[in-house]
């Protein structure tokens, strides 16, 4: 998949949040062959970047709990609630602790959910009743539900280049109405451009020289988040590499994202 962007053979449309899930976080599960590995320390490294609150807080607590994780299980949409999340991580830390963070992507698209109260989601397949569907209030409340035990965190990883205070605001009200006290700490946001420069220091340090095939699915997965905008700069490597910065537009193509949603014939969550 990589390299067919790489030489230009990605249609337009595939520049959606499950492509751009599939390549981050698939090629971050594939660098994780043993612990301490280039892809566990990216994606550590990459979540304590994460925001909380609707303000935009940095917790403490989530970044001790990352720091601990020493193995990780990829679980791409999985079946929640009638749903499907774009990506489940169990996390398994030190003394046998054990954790799960729920990924929700974004690229261009709104959340789904308007916190209108007149968009019922009464019917799903769980049997659950709610005053609005709000895309991350529900995947949360839900996972919550269903395994009661354990720590439980939400990312909203988005391609806003400042807080989404008001998709943030929204979830968290719905959550407080539920009487989830704790949601302020367990919600957060988490830019995709954090995760570029993160790549390139591990490139520029030589940590994957004894394996090259590691260190091409490095400069590639770079190249991709640059090429999409996501990305602060490109700087000296990416000119190095070629890479052309292409911004991603202020205001998505609405017209564009409701055909791929009439596209998909009928499935559930996005």
Known sequence: MLKADKHGKFPLEADIEDVLTSVVFGSLCYLDDTENSIGLCL??????????????????????????????????????????????????????????????????????????????????????????????ADYYSFQKKKHAEGELYLLYVTHHTTFPTNDMKSSLDKLNKQNDHNADDRLGWLPWRELSPLIQEEIDKGRNNEHRGKAALLEDLYAYLTKRGLAPFTGEWGSRMGVQLQPLPKKPDIIFYANMENNKGGQNGR
């Open 43 to 136: 994606l550590k490294d990459f979540l304590v970047k994460a925001w909380f609150d609707c303000k935009g807080k940095e917790n403490k607590t989530f970044i001790k709990i990352v720091g601990e994780i020493q193995s990780v299980e990829y679980k791409f949409w999985p079946a929640l609630g009638g749903k499907e999340p774009d990506l489940i991580i169990e996390c398994h830390g030190n003394n046998s602790q054990q954790w799960t963070l729920i990924i929700e992507a974004k690229y261009g698209a709104p959340k789904s959910g308007t916190g209108d109260e007149s968009e019922s989601d009464s019917d799903n397949s769980d049997g659950e009743s709610t005053e609005y569907y709000d895309q991350l």
